[in-house]
């Protein structure tokens, strides 16, 4: 993935944090789910045991299929630690 991708996503997980339309948050939970699924990918085979795990539980959290549904109280710290997750562990999502 290139780390284009992850910049976008962590700058749409940012954005988050204001209030959108209901379809933004949709392409989000797509888009973050996606990039955090291929970063639970590329990790797992390493020898770093933890970063595979946290990129699984936001796939899971992002899951645009089984929908988590919280308050919005609770999305905005998740959106700004997923984007600032992204951010700080991008070397090991971008090939």
């Known amino acids: ?3 284009q991708v992850v ?9 988050a944090i204001l209030p ?5 948050y949709s392409l989000l939970r797509v888009i973050a789910a996606g ?6 990918y590329r990790n797992f085979g390493k020898k770093l045991f933890l970063l595979p795990l946290v990129y699984s539980l936001f796939a899971i959290v992002f899951n645009p299929i089984m929908e988590i549904n919280l ?3 609770f999305w905005i710290p998740i959106d700004l630690i997923a984007a600032v997750i992204l951010l700080l562990t991008k070397n090991h999502i971008a090939e």
């Open 20 to 24: 959108l339309p209901l379809e933004f």
């Open 1 to 3: 993935m290139p780390v």
């Open 7 to 15: 910049y976008i996503t962590a700058l749409l997980l940012f954005v």
């Open 35 to 40: 990039t955090f699924a291929w970063g639970a």
């Open 71 to 73: 308050a919005r109280e």
